[in-house]
């Protein structure tokens, strides 16, 4: 009876809430999860698994190798050259960028008449592609006919062939990362900006910081932790994916001086058509970042101040 009582009873109805607001989450994350798990994960699950094959596009059958494409890896002097360049490239192009994109953040927050202006000029190297704009900086480097090499020729410097040579090609690929990443950066910085609470300077000023260095250190770079902790993140991954300017302009030439990490896995998984071998490498290039984050998450997020 008494069991028969509790059925009859009505439920509480916060719990009968709760479970129809946890439905109709699920329900509306669903179609997130499904791409994620579709266009994401599986992948990378496919990716590490053909890391152990000796696959090739073309042919219907293959055999698991284990950990030869990973012995193979470390006496490629291919993949160890790019590996390289990946890495001067990214020490070049993250901080320089981030330097940057502050600099100009911090410029731009200081006008008051064109502001708009100059914050959509510097923007725009980022909505521009990349592909397209490969023209332009072609014309800029060419050894001949190039701006750079006209103007150091007026000081009566001879100007290098900016990409054609293996001594400057990278440092000139860094050149254009910047170009393309300072603005995104800025844009970053200038949010973190203005949510600095303008307070702060004024107490700052009473308590003796009167230049703007000091209240530079004392309240803006404290303040700007967590948009640096972020901007930090997304300057160094998006450095380590560097592939369109070096497809576009030097084709990782020459002489290898400019092939980075994920022009050598296109090149093997789609010129070459050793899949198997390029999953390798797509899974120790998958390994770098998630270990640069970690590190990144790890080192970095004690000293920023979260308000």
Same mark, same amino acid.
């Given at each position: 009876?008494?069991?028969?009582? #509790?059925?009859?009873?009505?439920?509480?109805?916060?719990? %009968?809430?709760?479970?129809?607001? %946890?439905?109709?989450?699920?329900?509306?994350?669903?179609?997130?999860? /499904?791409?994620?798990?579709?266009? /994401?994960?599986?992948?990378?699950?496919?990716?590490?698994?053909?890391?152990?094959?000796?696959? &090739? =596009?073309?042919?219907?059958?293959?055999?698991?190798?284990?950990?030869?494409?990973?012995?193979?890896?470390?006496?490629?002097?291919?993949?160890?050259?790019?590996?390289?360049?990946?890495?001067?490239?990214?020490?070049?192009?993250?901080?320089?960028?981030?330097?940057?994109?502050?600099?100009? @953040?911090?410029?731009? &927050? #200081?006008?008051?008449?064109?502001?708009?202006?100059?914050?959509?000029? !510097?923007?725009?190297?980022?909505?521009?592609?990349?592909?397209?704009?490969?023209?332009?900086?072609?014309?800029?480097?060419?050894?001949?006919?190039?701006? *750079?090499? %006209?103007? *150091?020729? =007026?000081?009566?410097?001879?100007?290098?062939?900016?990409?054609?040579?293996?001594?400057?090609?990278?440092?000139?690929?860094?050149?254009?990362?910047?170009?393309?990443?300072?603005?995104?950066?800025?844009?970053?910085?200038?949010?973190?900006?203005?949510?600095?609470?303008?307070?702060?300077?004024? @107490?700052? &000023? /009473?308590?003796? @910081?009167?230049?703007?260095?000091?209240?530079?250190? *004392?309240?803006?770079?404290?303040?700007?932790?967590? $948009? $640096?902790?972020?901007?930090?993140?997304?300057?160094?991954?998006?450095?380590? +994916?560097?592939?369109?300017? /070096? +497809?576009?302009? $030097?084709?990782?030439?020459?002489? +290898?001086? #400019? &092939?980075?990490?994920?022009?050598?896995?296109?090149?093997?998984?789609?010129? !070459?058509?050793?899949?198997?071998?390029?999953?390798?490498?797509?899974?120790?290039?998958?390994?770098? =970042?998630?270990?640069?984050?970690?590190?990144?998450?790890?080192?970095?997020?004690?000293?920023?101040? !979260?308000?």
């Amino acid at each position: 009876m008494a069991s028969v009582a #509790s059925m009859a009873m009505p439920r509480d109805p916060a719990a %009968a809430h709760r479970l129809s607001e %946890a439905r109709i989450a699920w329900m509306l994350a669903l179609p997130a999860i /499904v791409l994620l798990f579709l266009f /994401v994960l599986l992948p990378v699950v496919a990716v590490i698994i053909l890391g152990f094959t000796d696959f &090739e =596009l073309g042919y219907g059958t293959f055999r698991f190798v284990g950990l030869e494409n990973y012995a193979d890896l470390i006496t490629d002097r291919t993949f160890r050259r790019s590996l390289w360049n990946t890495a001067v490239y990214t020490a070049i192009v993250a901080p320089v960028s981030i330097c940057l994109g502050l600099g100009i @953040a911090m410029l731009i &927050e #200081s006008e008051t008449t064109a502001r708009s202006f100059f914050r959509t000029a !510097y923007f725009l190297p980022v909505a521009s592609l990349i592909v397209a704009m490969a023209t332009v900086w072609q014309y800029m480097f060419h050894p001949t006919i190039g701006p *750079l090499n %006209a103007l *150091l020729s =007026l000081v009566g410097l001879s100007g290098p062939n900016w990409l054609g040579s293996s001594g400057t090609v990278l440092y000139s690929l860094s050149i254009i990362g910047v170009w393309q990443s300072a603005g995104f950066n800025m844009v970053l910085f200038l949010a973190g900006l203005t949510a600095i609470p303008r307070e702060l300077y004024a @107490a700052a &000023e /009473v308590d003796g @910081a009167r230049s703007a260095v000091d209240r530079f250190f *004392l309240v803006t770079w404290p303040m700007l932790g967590p $948009t $640096t902790l972020f901007v930090i993140t997304i300057s160094i991954t998006s450095a380590v +994916k560097v592939f369109e300017t /070096v +497809k576009t302009l $030097t084709e990782g030439g020459p002489n +290898k001086a #400019s &092939e980075v990490l994920l022009f050598t896995i296109y090149q093997e998984g789609f010129v !070459y058509l050793r899949v198997g071998y390029a999953s390798a490498m797509t899974v120790v290039f998958l390994l770098i =970042l998630v270990v640069l984050m970690f590190l990144q998450y790890r080192l970095l997020d004690r000293r920023v101040h !979260y308000t």
